[in-house]
């Protein structure tokens, strides 16, 4: 079996499709949330999205677009995005956020947005951070996303929690240690690499490989600058930043 695990679209229909030709063929889909906010195509994203093998959880600009979170907590830029988003979604759009939920286990693993612990606004930076999140969930494995950043968090047993780099980007998911995954965004990478990022689980082979790949961010920022979206959003993504 293959697993694509996706996180932080943000409405970004370049990327998403980018990444979903990359991995082909796959049998699963895992995202992380955060599907809308941000970039000019939430609809779109949403579709492509409903058509697949799919297990979601929401995020919190899908929640903030959904009026289930007050926009005040959100930054200017994100909040004026979040706006337009909200204008722009179709009735089957709002539908399909509606229907994800915050955790979700699916084979024996947990999807969350921010961390088992707070799964809508915790930013996951440290192993300090995560530490506090190991006991909250029973499986081996966890995939979380919204700091745009890949990452690994693991611990052994009693051990406290450490992270590690990513590299090799094949990570092998060992018996007798657990682990929080981040696989990095997919439509606003923030770790100065412009490249989306995304994973590919092996369960059968007991492997994540994370994956950059190119695409057209320039069709993004078109599409930005004519639906109005914040200049701050749209100068960020060659940059990955």
């Given at each position: 079996m293959k697993v694509l695990v996706i996180t932080d679209i943000h409405s970004n229909l370049?990327?998403?499709?980018?990444?979903?030709?990359a991995a082909a063929p796959f049998d699963k889909v895992w995202c992380t949330g955060?599907?809308?906010?941000?970039?000019p195509e939430p609809n779109e994203c949403v579709e492509m999205l409903a058509g697949l093998p799919l297990r979601a959880t929401a995020g919190n600009h899908d929640?903030?677009?959904?009026?289930?979170?007050?926009?005040?907590?959100?930054?200017?830029?994100a909040r004026a995005a979040l706006r337009w988003t909200a204008d722009a979604l179709t009735r089957e759009s709002i539908q399909f956020l509606e229907s994800l939920p915050r955790t979700l286990v699916?084979?024996?693993t947990l999807l969350c947005h921010g961390s088992p612990r707070e799964p809508?606004?915790?930013?996951?930076?440290?192993?300090f951070q995560a530490e506090n999140s190991f006991p909250v969930f029973a499986q081996q494995l966890c995939l979380v996303g919204h700091t745009h950043l890949p990452a690994v968090f693991?611990?052994?047993?009693?051990?406290?929690?450490?992270?590690?780099p990513w590299d090799p980007p094949v990570l092998t998911i060992e018996e007798g240690l657990r682990f929080i995954l981040n696989p990095g965004s997919t439509g606003q990478?923030?770790?100065?690499?412009?490249?989306?990022?995304f994973a590919v689980y092996l369960p059968d082979r007991h492997t994540v490989e994370n994956i950059r790949i190119n695409y057209d961010f320039s069709l993004t920022q078109r599409?930005?600058?004519?639906a109005g979206l914040p200049q701050s959003l749209i100068d960020r993504l060659p940059w990955g930043l």
């Open positions: 370049a990327a998403l499709r980018a990444v979903l030709e955060d599907i809308v906010g941000y970039g929640l903030g677009a959904l009026g289930k979170l007050p926009l005040q907590v959100f930054n200017p830029a699916t084979d024996d809508v606004w915790e930013y996951l930076f440290s192993p693991r611990k052994a047993g009693g051990a406290a929690c450490e992270q590690v990478p923030r770790d100065g690499d412009h490249r989306a990022s599409k930005m600058s004519q």
